[in-house]
């Protein structure tokens, strides 16, 4: 490979480093960039830059953001009584695409772990106490991951914000929309079962 | 997405006008490069302008290089009486893969294609046969797509070179009809490799 073109190759080399490229697909994007107009590889190339230099995190909330407060933070339609809380910061990402929560955000930066050595200390959870007591909170809704780690997170949340007066909710568990009941987990589908509600 | 970090989503909407990458990896990658190595993506954006800055057609076999000519066409230790003809220079990389060809290449720079407008004037047709007059060539290996343009464009050259006093042969038909050459695994391209026959 390398005798063909350098520059080209290391493209494709550097493709290949991303999560999900292998090395057809890493090809196929050189090769495509290589004949893409110019000012499209620019801005690509531009846009990697941008957003190692200018993406830092919320020092309120701490998901992503240029500008600090990010402009959920900011912004005075959304509702502040309601606090959705996150693992990760593109988690914020995926609830914000459902265009159904109006409310504002506290990522933890991770789910406790102990396995992986994350522990209650280097998550923000001390921070979340922090802003219940001060925001004027009503409603927590703890929507981290569906499996173990975002589970025993959820419950060390919901335990230690017990004395606040604040509502702690958890996303539903239940069967996904669109899939069929056969193909559902056997959790998933006790789950389902035992969040049954009346129609 | 715009209100959560502005150059997040720009990163993301480049990654979408990329060929194979839907929203999901666009993001996914996006996340990647966020968390990533600083000099690691800098290395991405880098290769990416390089490509386009640096990389050109050899002006002998018309595939991409960075130096012209190309570094097959100078290297000594191949074979100059072979001639391998692939259509585009992505193709060439496909040959490379498979370790078991040692000639040269011309690279035609596409098919004959009237459907496209793609005739025999466009392609470097002219430029082979000039070579195979020049450079002593004693097989050239046409390597065009397994398709209906590159069967065509193949028998065309075969006739074309018929006067020659070289010895055309066509890929062995292990290739998968209907498919592209460079999607081809390496060992399928390399039997058809061995299997070539005189046309």
């Given at each position: 490979m390398d005798s063909v073109a350098g520059p080209l190759s290391a493209l494709i080399g550097e493709f290949e480093k991303l999560p999900t490229i292998g090395p057809k697909t890493a090809a196929r994007l050189a090769f495509y960039l290589l004949s893409a107009d110019p000012d499209d590889a620019a801005a690509l190339a531009r846009a990697i830059l941008d957003v190692k230099e200018r993406v830092r995190l919320c020092s309120r909330c701490f998901s992503l953001t240029e500008d600090d407060p990010c402009p959920i933070c900011r912004?005075?339609?959304?509702?502040?009584?309601t606090l959705c809380v996150v693992g990760e910061p593109k988690d914020v990402y995926a609830v914000e695409r459902t265009m159904s929560f109006r409310g504002r955000y506290h990522v933890l930066g991770g789910l406790i772990s102990p396995m992986n050595g994350i522990?209650?200390?280097?998550?923000?959870i001390k921070e979340l106490v922090e802003r219940v007591a001060a925001e004027s909170v009503r409603e927590v809704i703890i929507a981290t991951n569906p499996n173990a780690e975002g589970e025993s997170t959820a419950l060390y949340l919901a335990r230690l914000l017990s004395p606040a007066a604040v509502n702690v909710t958890r996303l539903a568990y239940g069967l996904p929309i669109g899939g069929d009941l056969d193909y559902a987990d056997e959790i998933t589908l006790a789950r389902a079962f035992e969040g049954r509600r009346s129609l």
């Amino acid at each position: 490979m390398d005798s063909v073109a350098g520059p080209l190759s290391a493209l494709i080399g550097e493709f290949e480093k991303l999560p999900t490229i292998g090395p057809k697909t890493a090809a196929r994007l050189a090769f495509y960039l290589l004949s893409a107009d110019p000012d499209d590889a620019a801005a690509l190339a531009r846009a990697i830059l941008d957003v190692k230099e200018r993406v830092r995190l919320c020092s309120r909330c701490f998901s992503l953001t240029e500008d600090d407060p990010c402009p959920i933070c900011r912004d005075p339609l959304r509702d502040g009584t309601t606090l959705c809380v996150v693992g990760e910061p593109k988690d914020v990402y995926a609830v914000e695409r459902t265009m159904s929560f109006r409310g504002r955000y506290h990522v933890l930066g991770g789910l406790i772990s102990p396995m992986n050595g994350i522990g209650v200390g280097k998550l923000k959870i001390k921070e979340l106490v922090e802003r219940v007591a001060a925001e004027s909170v009503r409603e927590v809704i703890i929507a981290t991951n569906p499996n173990a780690e975002g589970e025993s997170t959820a419950l060390y949340l919901a335990r230690l914000l017990s004395p606040a007066a604040v509502n702690v909710t958890r996303l539903a568990y239940g069967l996904p929309i669109g899939g069929d009941l056969d193909y559902a987990d056997e959790i998933t589908l006790a789950r389902a079962f035992e969040g049954r509600r009346s129609l």
